[in-house]
C-alpha cells in the first residue's frame, strides 16, 4: 500500500490554453498565477503482480512548487504530506508513520517536475501528444517509472485524469474533479502534526 501511494502522490498540473500554444508553454503560462491549489481524486491502481484492482478517493491541496497533501478515506485512510523535500505517510489505522527525503536530483526525475510549473520538465522527460493526449517519458532509464500520460481538460481546471505506468507493468490513474485554485490554504494543511505517542520511521 505504501508503494502505492509514492507512484502517484507525486502528479498534477496543467493548462487551459492547450490546443492554442506548446503544452510545455501553457503550464508554464498558467503557475504565473497559481498561489494554491485544492480539489477531490479517485485512484484506481491496476496491480499485475497481485492481479488487483484497488479504488481510493479522497482530497488533495497543493502549494507550489514544495507543498502537498493528500488525504484518503474510508477503510484504508491515510494522510500524505510533501513538504519541502520531505515526504511523511501517515496510517491511522495501523498508527503508524513513516518519513523519507526527496532531494532535487529525485524530485526532476518523477512527475514531480509537473508540481514545479515545469521549469526542468524538458531537461528531464521527452514529451510528445498524440491523439489528445500528452505522454511524458523519463531521459534517464534508470528509473522505475516508464512514462506518464496526462489526459487535459478544456473546462475549468486543465487536468482531467494522470495515468502512471511503471516498469513492473502497474498502472495508477488518478481523475481529478471539483478543482479549485487560490483559495487560501493554509500552510498548517501542510504539516503532519504526531498524535501523541505515535513514532515516525524513517526510511
Known sequence: MKKILVVFILLITSSTAFAAKPFVSVIKDYYESVKDIRGSFVQLSKLKDLEKELTYSG???????????????????QEVYINEGELIIYQKKNAQ????????RTIGQ???????????????????EKDGVIRFTPKQSN?????????????????????????????VELTLSGVRINTGLEDSLFKFTPPSGLSIIDN
Open 97 to 104: 508513520a513513516f518519513r523519507s527525503k526527496y532531494d532535487e
Open 110 to 128: 518523477t512527475p514531480l517536475a509537473l508540481l514545479r510549473g515545469f521549469k526542468d520538465v524538458q531537461t528531464n522527460y521527452n514529451v510528445e
Open 143 to 171: 528509473f522505475n517509472l516508464r512514462y506518464f500520460d496526462i489526459y487535459p481538460s478544456k473546462e475549468g481546471f486543465p487536468i482531467k485524469k494522470i495515468v502512471v505506468y511503471d516498469k513492473n507493468e502497474n498502472v
Open 59 to 77: 482530497s488533495f491541496y497543493i502549494k507550489p512548487p514544495k507543498r502537498m497533501s493528500w488525504r484518503y478515506e474510508g477503510n484504508e485512510s
